[in-house]
């Protein structure tokens, strides 16, 4: 039985360092490993690739891959909620055999966001009202152009003149990359960008390090947003001391981190060379992160519809919030086997071909399957689709055969064999892609309809038209009883 594998070799039970091999219809994909930014990777021709919207960060997308009839969509980090600058991420009724989604907000559902960026805002506002300075850590990417676009929007109103900075380097090569691909961002930005690039910022300039010692009120966006490493921490170190300051996280730390030791309410921090760092500012915890909250996860599962769904990223204990809603919970390192439907070769006969051809279908194709009249029949252990004619000659049966009779009476002074010729006529005239043939023995046929012509013995001018077919002609059927029933053309 074909069946599809799974091996998350990162990011099974923990957030980041992701890495999932998935074994599908005999093909090894290697998932949120990397790629070639801007080529265009060799893709086996047996595989099928379909990317989503996943509005995480520029650019973000979600994968179907395809091999045959077994399908998985792998997700990576991705965003149910539209923010200021990104739509939501959206996914169509695919129906998977495997869902892998990550879980970084597994047990989290957020409150409302408007509610979120007014405190956000407000509490920016307090700060450098009482001369102090905000730090935001930020990753360089979704998050910095996300609250940069808040902060300068409520600037531009409140006429505020305390400086805004973002550290160089990745946050502003990132911005340049949002000017470059801005119909890649929400409705509202692509509306406006004639007028106005919403990341050509007015009040928001670039952070040079000695800034962090200047006096007065200041807000720094400054990577990287976990405050385990580079320009944030350092200036953290710088004003960790003064509780008139303010940090203020707004995404998810790991644990270890600073970030995450501060958001624990840790006062005093060992830092590098057992100096002891005192924590006086204010902490806050804001959640602008762009992943998906619980109930954005199980809005993507309703939308999609998979058979069978496997968490990743996300720690182990948090997981197990979502625990009723999947069939199994995996960790690094542990292959697990999903039964798939099998695909089963069946050989099909040229004649039942071009009987659908002549039907004026077009050849059966494995991307658009459709519906042949058929029999299915199994000789030396395979199977053969072919004609019912041919199946019944095969296997050494009679047919049964149920047909409908209907009766058109029709006002013709001509001989019954002269109406016939008449029906016959008409019919070639409008059903020019069938096979209609005249019989000798006094018959009209067309496909499986035969066509009898007899006299009234009361009124010899009207003539009893009997039309006989098979239920797989029903349609056909019905459509030339209407069509005697209007008459012939005299």
């Keep these: 039985m074909p069946d599809i594998k799974v091996t998350p070799l990162g990011a099974g039970q923990d957030v980041g360092r992701s890495c999932i091999l998935v074994s599908i219809g005999g093909k090894n994909i290697m998932l949120d490993c990397g790629m070639h930014m801007g080529y265009n990777d060799d893709v086996d021709e047996e595989l099928e690739i379909k990317a989503y919207y996943a509005g995480h960060v520029l650019g973000a997308a979600m994968v179907q891959i395809k091999v045959g009839s077994e399908s998985v969509v792998y997700t990576g980090d991705y965003n149910m909620t539209p923010d200021r600058h990104l739509g939501a991420a959206w996914i169509d009724k695919c129906r998977p055999d495997l869902l892998i989604s990550e879980s970084t907000y597994a047990t989290t559902i957020r409150d409302s966001k408007r509610c979120r960026e007014r405190d956000f805002l407000k509490k920016v506002h307090e700060t450098v009202e009482r001369g102090g300075k905000v730090l935001i850590p930020v990753f360089a990417l979704g998050r910095a152009q996300e609250l940069c676009i808040l902060l300068e929007t409520f600037w531009e109103r409140m006429n505020l003149k305390a400086p805004i900075y973002f550290s160089t380097g990745l946050t502003e090569k990132a911005n340049h990359y949002y000017k470059l691909f801005i119909t890649w961002t929400n409705q509202k930005i692509r509306k406006t960008f004639v007028q106005r690039n919403m990341f050509e910022f007015k009040h928001i300039k670039a952070f040079d390090r000695s800034y962090a010692d200047n006096p007065g009120p200041m807000v720094v966006f400054a990577t990287p947003g976990m405050l385990h490493a580079g320009q944030s921490l350092l200036i953290f170190k710088k004003w960790a001391g003064n509780e008139k300051n303010m940090v203020i996280m707004p995404g998810y730390c790991v644990q270890g981190t600073v970030g995450h030791k501060i958001l624990n309410g840790q006062k005093k921090l060992e830092m590098e060379g057992r100096a002891t760092l005192d924590v006086k500012l204010q902490v806050e915890y804001m959640s602008f992160s762009a992943h998906a909250d619980a109930k954005g996860i199980m809005q993507l599962i309703r939308m999609a519809e998979p058979r069978n769904m496997l968490l990743v990223h996300g720690e182990a204990k948090k997981m197990e919030f979502l625990k009723d809603k999947i069939e199994q919970e995996f960790t690094n390192g542990e292959t697990t086997s999903i039964v798939t439907n099998p695909s089963v070769p069946v050989d099909i006969s040229l004649n039942l071909l071009k009987r659908e051809m002549a039907l004026g279908g077009p ?128």
């Design 363 to 490: 050849l059966p194709d494995a991307k658009r399957p459709r519906t042949m009249h058929g029999t299915l029949i199994m000789k030396d252990n395979s199977l053969r689709l072919v004609s019912p004619e041919q199946a019944l000659k095969e296997l050494g049966l009679s047919e049964h055969q149920l047909r409908f009779t209907c009766r058109v009476q029709l006002h013709d002074p001509h001989s019954d064999n002269d109406t016939l010729g008449r029906i016959y006529t008409h019919l070639k005239s409008v059903l020019k892609t069938y096979s209609i043939q005249h019989v000798p023995d006094g018959t009209v046929i067309v496909e499986s309809i035969v066509i009898k012509v007899t006299s009234s013995a009361e009124e010899p001018n009207l003539k009893v038209i009997l039309l006989s077919w098979s239920y797989q002609d029903e349609e056909l059927g019905s459509f030339l009883s209407t069509l005697l029933k209007k008459g012939l053309p005299s």
